[in-house]
Nanobody, 121 residues
Framework: QVQLEESGGGLVQAGGSLRLSCAASGRTTRSYAMCWFRQAPGKEREFVAIKWSGGNTVYADSVKGRFTISRDNAKNTVYLQMNSLKPDDTAVYYC???????????????WGKGTLVTVSS
């Protein structure tokens, strides 16, 4: 079993920055990718970014150029640096882990409980 715990959410003004962290604990059985999703009020949970242990990354078009996913494999921690934040980025941000190669919600093997990010205009 793997446990994921997010931190770093909060309230920020539009144009500001935040950095989210997600620490993984427990036993992983093989190489894995760590991901970020988000869910805004009244909307479905959507993909934000993914990073594989080998370094490859994929971003959602809505965050490309503003968000950066990074990973410290030694600490089993993934980060999401969010810059130039917009009110539309307001959501609960979830960390997830997958042993697979896809980044859909259904492909995730483990989820964190989420951390709230609120961007004021």
């Amino acid at each position: 079993q793997v446990q994921l715990e997010e931190s770093g959410g909060g309230l920020v003004q539009a144009g500001g920055s935040l950095r989210l962290s997600c620490a993984a604990s427990g036993r992983t059985t093989r190489s894995y990718a760590m991901c970020w999703f988000r869910q805004a009020p009244g909307k479905e949970r959507e993909f934000v970014a993914i990073k594989w242990s080998g370094g490859n990354t994929v971003y959602a078009d809505s965050v490309k150029g503003r968000f950066t996913i990074s990973r410290d494999n030694a600490k089993n921690t993934v980060y999401l640096q969010m810059n130039s934040l917009k009110p539309d980025d307001t959501a609960v941000y979830y960390c997830a882990l997958t042993y697979g190669s896809r980044w859909s919600r259904e492909a995730m093997d483990y989820w964190g409980k989420g951390t709230l990010v609120t961007v004021s205009s």
